[in-house]
């Protein structure tokens, strides 16, 4: 198994991925208390991807930090210091982009961030997901539907092997 890299986010990217966490979440991850976990999450799978694709996606979440200073109602502000109504608007114009770059970049950062927060436990206990209670009832239902079979399984697989007694007589 190969290990992580050696990789931490910076307090600025931190800052876009906890700011845009709201945006694409909506304010449910922020009533829970977990955008500090999501982000944390975010940074575990960036760890996990090959160096040059985590340099790209690091490049365009810098770029979507910054460019929010061009627009002239964000007064020269940076994404993360906007408001949570100007922060939406500028995001919603990355994700309907005709620069393809922008509008898969906005689309590859909702997943980043989307996939972390539904994994969170406080999600999964808010959707009632358990999935060890599931496990343990269909595990039962097949035993239980599979039983024969298993049983055949079984005893084939601890038989002696009919082969190599064949083998054996031969050589001796």
């Known amino acids: 198994m190969s290990e992580l890299a050696d990789f931490r986010l910076s307090p600025r990217a931190r800052a876009t991925l906890a700011a845009l ?20 999450s975010v940074e575990l ?10 340099a790209g996606v690091l490049v365009g979440l810098h ?6 200073r061009a627009l002239p109602r964000s007064l020269g502000r940076e994404f993360s210091s906007l408001p949570l109504e ?4 500028h995001f919603e114009l990355w994700w309907h982009s005709r620069v393809g770059a922008l509008k898969q970049l906005a689309r590859g950062l909702k ?12 999600k999964l ?14 595990s039962a239902e097949r035993l239980e539907r599979f039983a024969e079979e298993i049983r ?15 083998l054996r007589r031969e050589q001796a």
């Open 21 to 40: 966490a709201p945006v694409v979440l909506t304010d449910e991850v922020e009533s829970l208390d977990v955008v500090e976990d999501v982000v944390d």
């Open 45 to 54: 799978f960036l760890r996990s991807i090959p160096t040059p694709v985590r």
């Open 86 to 89: 100007q922060r939406e608007r």
């Open 125 to 138: 206990a808010l959707l009632g997901y358990d999935p060890q209670q599931w496990i343990t009832k269909v």
């Open 152 to 166: 055949a399984t079984e005893e084939a697989v601890l038989a002696p092997a009919p082969l190599r007694e064949e």
């Open 111 to 122: 997943m980043f961030l989307t996939m972390a927060y539904y994994e969170h436990p406080a």
């Open 63 to 68: 770029t979507f930090e910054h460019s929010a």
